[in-house]
C-alpha cells in the first residue's frame, strides 16, 4: 500500500509522469484512515492516501477484465519503469510477470517490491510492514517492556524505509540502462530491509555474540539508553555514544561534576559493577525531574550532548528545525484547499523538485491516460460502460 507508491512519489517529485493504476473501487490505502484506531479528520478525508500519491495521475482499471492486459501493455510500450507490489502468483495470473512485459519493451525497469522476498516458501504470503519489516527483524522483541505490551506502531513506518531502498534499485537500473540501453528487474522486500535496518543486532548473532539479559529500567546497563521524564512531565532521552568524551559532559548538565572522578563512577567499568547504574539513573530521575523540559534543553545543548524529546504529533508538525529543512510542503487540495504534507526525504541540489498537486481521485486521469494510447472516444465510453475502467469519483 506504501512501500511501492512511496517509490513513485519521489518519481513525480523530480518530473516523471507517473500513472498510478488501481481497481475499480481504488487503492486499498484510499481507505486506510478508516482502519479502527487511526484518527479520524472532521471531513473523513482519506490522509493515509496523500503522502504517497501527490502529483500522480490515476487510471482506474479492472486488470481482471480482457481488456485490461492490452491497456496495460500500451502503457508499458513507452514506459521507463513498471512499479508492482503485486504477489508473483497475481502478476502471473494478470500477464504482467517480468519476462511478458520485458518482451513487450525490452528497455523497461520492472521494479517489483514485496512482503518476503523473491524466493522461499513465503513468496506468496500477503505482508505488510507491521509484520515483515518490524515483527520478523527482530526488532519488536527489543522493545517490548518487560512488563507489559507494545502499543501500535507508527502506519507505514516501514514501508517507507524499504520504498527508499527500492528506489535506490530503480535509479541503479536507470544507470545501467544509460549504459546497456537493456531494462532490468529490480526487487527489494520488507523483509530484507527490517534486517538491514536491525543489522548490528543480527549481525551480533550471526557471530554468536552473547546476548545480555533484559532488565526493567531501573537496573538498565546504561544510564543513557534509558527514557527521563523533565519536571514538566515532558519524556526525554540523551545518546551518549562517545562515553569518555561525554561521561563528563553528563555530570555538568546535571549539576554533579563530582561524580566524574567520585570513585563508584569514574571510569565505565565502576559504573557498570552491579548496582551503580541503579544508583545514577536514580540521581538522574531525581535531578531531572526538579526543573522542566525548556531548562533541560538549554542545557544539553549548551554540553554538546545529543538528546531530544519524545515528541508528540503536536510537537512534530510544530518542529521549527524540521520546517527550516523543508520537511513539510504546502499543496493545493480540491477537497480541503491548502494543506501541508510531509515532503519526500531527497534532495538534489541543482535539480530542484517540480510544482506538485494533490494526490488525484480515483479514476481522475483515465479517459485522458487512455486517449494518449490511443484508444477513441468510443471504446473508451464502451470500457466505461462495461466496468472495466472507471472514471472520476469522489474520494471516499
Known amino acids: 500500500?506504501?512501500?511501492?507508491?512511496?517509490?513513485?512519489a519521489v518519481l513525480a517529485d523530480y518530473g516523471a509522469q507517473v500513472v498510478k493504476i488501481e481497481p475499480l473501487d481504488g487503492d486499498l490505502n484510499r481507505r486506510g484512515h478508516q482502519i479502527p484506531g487511526m484518527p479520524i479528520h472532521a471531513t473523513g478525508y482519506g490522509y493515509c492516501f496523500l503522502p504517497d500519491?501527490?502529483?500522480?495521475?490515476?487510471?482506474?482499471?479492472?486488470?481482471?477484465?480482457?481488456?485490461?492486459?492490452?491497456?496495460?501493455?500500451?502503457l508499458v510500450e513507452g514506459a521507463d519503469v513498471f512499479l508492482t507490489n503485486y504477489r508473483p502468483k497475481a502478476l502471473e495470473r494478470l500477464g504482467l510477470g517480468w519476462p511478458e512485459l520485458q518482451s513487450v519493451n525490452p528497455r523497461l525497469v520492472y521494479a517489483h517490491g514485496t512482503g518476503f522476498g523473491d524466493a522461499g516458501a513465503e513468496v506468496d504470503k500477503p505482508g505488510f510492514d507491521t509484520v515483515c519489516y518490524w515483527s520478523r527483524s527482530g526488532m519488536e522483541a527489543n522493545v517490548f517492556p518487560t512488563d507489559g505490551w507494545l502499543g501500535p506502531l507508527g502506519y507505514g513506518t516501514g514501508d517507507h524505509p524499504g520504498g527508499m531502498a527500492l528506489l535506490s534499485a530503480v535509479l541503479l537500473a536507470l544507470?545501467?540502462?544509460?549504459?546497456?540501453?537493456?531494462?532490468?528487474?529490480?526487487?527489494?522486500?520488507?523483509l530484507a530491509n527490517g534486517a538491514w535496518s536491525n543489522s548490528v543486532m543480527i549481525q551480533a548473532r550471526?557471530?554468536?555474540?552473547?546476548?545480555?539479559?533484559?532488565?526493567?529500567?531501573?537496573?538498565?546497563?546504561?544510564?543513557?539508553?534509558?527514557?527521563?521524564?523533565?519536571?514538566?512531565r515532558r519524556i526525554f532521552k540523551?545518546?551518549?555514544v562517545d562515553i569518555p568524551r561525554d561521561w563528563p559532559k553528563l555530570c555538568r548538565a546535571i549539576g554533579r561534576p563530582e561524580l566524574i572522578d567520585d570513585s563508584r563512577y569514574a571510569t565505565l567499568e565502576q559504573r557498570t559493577?552491579?548496582?551503580?547504574m541503579r544508583e545514577?539513573?536514580?540521581?538522574?530521575?531525581?535531578?531531572?525531574?526538579?526543573?522542566?523540559?525548556?531548562?533541560?534543553?538549554?542545557?544539553?545543548?549548551?554540553?554538546?550532548?545529543?538528546?531530544?524529546?519524545v515528541a508528540t504529533y503536536d510537537d512534530v508538525v510544530a518542529d521549527e528545525q524540521m520546517a527550516a529543512n523543508g520537511v513539510f510542503l504546502d499543496i493545493e487540495d480540491p477537497e480541503l484547499?491548502?494543506?501541508?504534507?510531509?515532503?519526500?526525504?531527497?534532495?538534489l541540489e541543482s535539480h530542484p523538485k517540480v510544482t506538485r498537486g494533490p494526490a488525484p481521485r480515483l479514476g481522475e486521469h483515465s479517459r485522458a491516460i487512455l486517449a494518449e494510447i490511443g484508444l477513441a472516444s468510443n471504446e473508451i465510453d464502451a470500457l466505461v460502460k462495461h466496468e472495466v475502467v472507471a472514471e472520476i469519483k469522489e474520494k471516499t
Request: some cysteine.
Open 273 to 276: 559493577q552491579e548496582g551503580r
Open 206 to 232: 550471526l557471530l554468536e555474540a552473547e546476548f545480555l539479559e533484559r532488565r526493567p529500567r531501573e537496573e538498565a546497563r546504561n544510564v543513557t539508553s534509558v527514557y527521563y521524564r523533565a519536571g514538566d
Open 1 to 8: 500500500m506504501i512501500m511501492v507508491p512511496s517509490v513513485g
Open 280 to 309: 545514577l539513573i536514580q540521581i538522574c530521575d531525581q535531578v531531572f525531574a526538579g526543573r522542566p523540559m525548556d531548562h533541560w534543553q538549554r542545557v544539553l545543548e549548551e554540553h554538546d550532548l545529543p538528546y531530544s524529546v
Open 175 to 190: 544507470l545501467a540502462r544509460e549504459r546497456s540501453g537493456q531494462g532490468t528487474r529490480v526487487s527489494s522486500s520488507l
Open 53 to 74: 500519491n501527490r502529483g500522480k495521475r490515476s487510471l482506474s482499471l479492472d486488470l481482471k477484465a480482457p481488456e485490461a492486459k492490452g491497456i496495460v501493455r500500451r
Open 337 to 347: 484547499g491548502r494543506v501541508r504534507t510531509v515532503e519526500t526525504p531527497l534532495h
Open 238 to 240: 540523551i545518546a551518549m
